[in-house]
């Protein structure tokens, strides 16, 4: 005896729909790759005390990428999606020494 398993064509339908999206995920979320790193810090006077509102400037050395960001209120600075690269970070403020800090290696999906 065999048995035949039959479906309504709404149901078939709403299969193959089912089955488009699922691939289409897929596709998608193969696509989306790291290709960036993330370059952070905090940065503290010399009494060890945060150093807000400073300006921290990230030059890649070897295409002049050039990004910069500003400490928050507890010295904290962060720059996402930076493209790999040697870079140098210079970091100024008001009534201080500027701080350079050179060959900075960042890789792909670095922090």
Not at 43 to 69: C, H, I, Q
Request: net charge neutral.
């Amino acid at each position: 005896m065999s048995k035949q398993l039959f479906c309504s064509p709404r149901a078939g339908r709403g299969l193959f729909l089912s089955l488009v999206f699922l691939t289409l995920t897929i596709c998608v979320q193969a696509q989306t790759q790291i290709t960036t790193g993330t370059i952070q810090g905090t940065l503290f006077d010399a009494n060890g005390a945060a150093l807000p509102d400073a300006n921290v400037e990230m030059k890649n050395d070897d295409t002049n990428y050039s990004r910069s960001t500003a400490t928050d209120e507890e010295g904290r600075f962060i720059a996402l999606q930076i493209p790999p690269g040697r870079y140098t970070l210079t970091v100024t403020k008001s009534g201080f020494a500027t701080l350079v800090v050179e060959k900075v290696d960042l890789t792909v999906g670095q922090t």
